[in-house]
């Protein structure tokens, strides 16, 4: 697992000042929110009203765009998508568990019917599937779970 704490990030992040943020057209540094537009009557400057929210320092010229990319609307829905990500990967995890043990019983059944065997055809109650179909698809839906347990 990656070393960090979404909560922790969540909760940084509905503190922060809500973005969107942009950088400063004359001190390239400067990471600033808007909070008068252009031609808003209430505006003190031409171009609207602006708060400094970050500065990027001596490593401007990439940190800047960066740190106005990762505002805390853009984390809140990365966390969203992941913990939606998560939920997913463990609905498919009991789809897997399911299927593995629906399978299960057929594979036993043709094992213990030897069924195809002796390429007889004598399908008994498992429609057109050989052992060895069986045992793969059990043994895949085995390994898939699995690895997505070890992932």
Not at 7 to 33: F, Q, Y
Not at 43 to 61: L, P, R, S, T, Y
Not at 83 to 103: I, M, P, Q, W
């Amino acid at each position: 697992m990656a070393d960090y704490d979404l909560n922790k990030m969540e909760a940084a992040a509905r503190a922060a000042t809500p973005g969107p943020w942009v950088r400063d057209g004359h001190h390239m540094s400067r990471i600033l929110k808007c909070v008068r537009e252009r031609g808003d009557p209430e505006a003190k400057h031409i171009c609207g009203d602006f708060i400094d929210v970050a500065d990027a320092g001596e490593n401007w010229m990439v940190d800047a765009p960066f740190i106005v990319e990762v505002n805390p609307a853009a984390i809140l829905s990365l966390i969203s998508d992941h913990r939606a990500a998560l939920a997913e990967v463990e609905r498919l995890r009991g789809l897997l568990s399911e299927a593995g043990k629906v399978l299960e019983p057929f594979a036993e059944e043709a094992e213990t019917k030897g069924i195809c065997k002796d390429n007889s055809h004598n399908w008994g109650t498992v429609a057109a599937c050989t052992t060895g179909e069986l045992r793969a698809a059990r043994d895949l839906s085995t390994r898939i779970e699995k690895e997505i347990g070890n992932g």
